[in-house]
């Protein structure tokens, strides 16, 4: 059984950082799709975030530049590292996990129906 769960978000003010963790069980981080998704109080789901098991690495137009997304194989724990913050960062964050589509990782990395698992989130609030 794949779990995952978040950890790290928290507030902060405009310009400040926080790392997001994903620790994963039941599940390989290293060789399966990952992605970071948030999600705003009256916003649809969003992609922040996505690597796959060759190190092809996507991110969202607004969030390039600021943010990192990582692996620590050994800890089978997934990080996304976001600098810079604005407050329209200001979301749930979820990791996602479980690719289950025909799409490419290309095209569908920030898709949430191409994924079907997923943690419980942690709250980032970014006051400006």
């Known amino acids: 059984q794949v779990q995952l769960v978040e950890s790290g978000g928290g507030s902060v003010q405009a310009g400040g950082s926080l790392r997001l963790s994903c620790a994963v069980s039941g599940y390989t981080v290293s060789t399966n799709y990952m992605t970071w998704f948030r999600q705003a109080p009256g916003k649809e789901r969003e992609g922040v975030a996505g690597?796959?098991?060759?190190?092809?690495?996507y991110y969202a137009d607004s969030v390039k530049g600021r943010f990192t997304i990582s692996r620590d194989n050994a800890k089978n724990t997934l990080y996304l590292q976001m600098n810079s913050l604005k407050p329209d960062a200001t979301a749930m964050y979820y990791c996602?996990?479980?690719?289950?589509?025909?799409?490419?990782?290309?095209?569908?990395?920030?898709?949430?129906?191409?994924?079907?698992?997923w943690g419980q989130g942690t709250q980032v609030t970014v006051s400006s």
């Open positions: 690597t796959d098991n060759n190190g092809r690495i």
């Open positions: 996602a996990a479980n690719w289950r589509s025909t799409w490419t990782w290309y095209a569908g990395w920030n898709r949430p129906a191409n994924f079907d698992t």
